[in-house]
């Protein structure tokens, strides 16, 4: 146990470092893009991290975190300190696991097709509730990535607008990881102006206050292109650890 709460003691101390750093980092790049700093969110993606390290990024202010896995979601979701920090799920999402994430997260942000959006409205009306989902766009054209292909997002968001207990409040993607910094500036440019373009057709049930894109190794370019959400993970709680 000793050994335990030194390895805590350590990992508390890198974050309240890393954190200090992100949000300098953040805030030079929202200024450089002429917003304020709070208008920029930072989401904690927690993957693999432990409850008492993500309690304490909360205790230091983290007031969004994100899952990517189902199974880790639940089964740390009663050891969350949630009281003033949102939960979102940030991850690949099958349609059969939607039931037990609804009522537990603020948002899914990766939505990217019209039968997942469908279960989660159907389970959402179910439970008389409304969730809040980005549409997840597949910027790069990967083949095995998920995403909706750009050529077919307008089409996806008129669609799952007109669902009921569901709210599309913005847009989500994540940039190839093979591109260079050239390149992957297009697509959160590109991201941008989807984003833009989407809001000036004033669709019912449909509201762009989100574009998340940008994660350890690219969110100060991300703010400068145009998000107001980033997804840090590595570069917060350091390298991920797995136990598998």
């Known amino acids: 146990m000793e050994k335990l709460s030194i390895d805590f003691q350590q990992r508390f101390l890198d974050l309240e470092e890393n954190l200090k750093e992100i949000r300098n980092n953040i805030a030079e790049a929202a200024i450089k893009s002429g917003r304020r700093p709070q208008d920029i969110t930072l989401l904690a993606a927690t993957k ?40 979102q799920f940030i991850g690949h999402l099958q349609t059969n696991k939607v039931k037990n994430i609804i009522g537990k997260v603020s948002m899914i942000q990766s939505v990217d097709s019209v039968k997942l959006a469908g279960e989660i409205s159907r389970l959402s009306h179910l439970n008389s509730i409304t969730t809040d989902i980005l549409i997840e766009v597949n910027i790069g054209n990967e083949p095995n990535k998920s995403g909706v292909l750009p050529p077919n997002l307008f089409d996806l968001v ?64 991300a703010i400068l292109a145009g998000a107001n959400m980033v997804r840090v993970g590595s570069a917060l709680f350091g390298p991920r650890i797995y136990n598998n």
Not at 65 to 73: A, H, R
Not at 80 to 87: F, G, I, S, V
Not at 181 to 207: A, H, L, P, R
Request: charged share 20%.
């Open 48 to 87: 693999t991290v432990p409850v008492e390290v993500i309690n304490h990024g909360i205790e230091l202010g983290i007031d969004h975190i994100g899952e990517n896995k189902v199974q880790e979601l639940c089964e740390k979701y009663d050891a969350y300190q949630l009281t003033d920090c949102a939960l």
């Open 158 to 221: 008129q669609e799952i607008s007109a669902l009921p207990a569901i709210h599309i409040r913005g847009l989500m993607a994540i940039p190839p990881a093979n591109a260079n910094n050239s390149e992957t500036m297009g697509y959160f440019f590109n991201m941008s102006q989807y984003s833009v373009d989407i809001k000036n057709k004033k669709i019912d049930n449909v509201n762009m206050d989100y574009l998340s894109m940008g994660m350890s190794a690219d969110y100060s370019q």
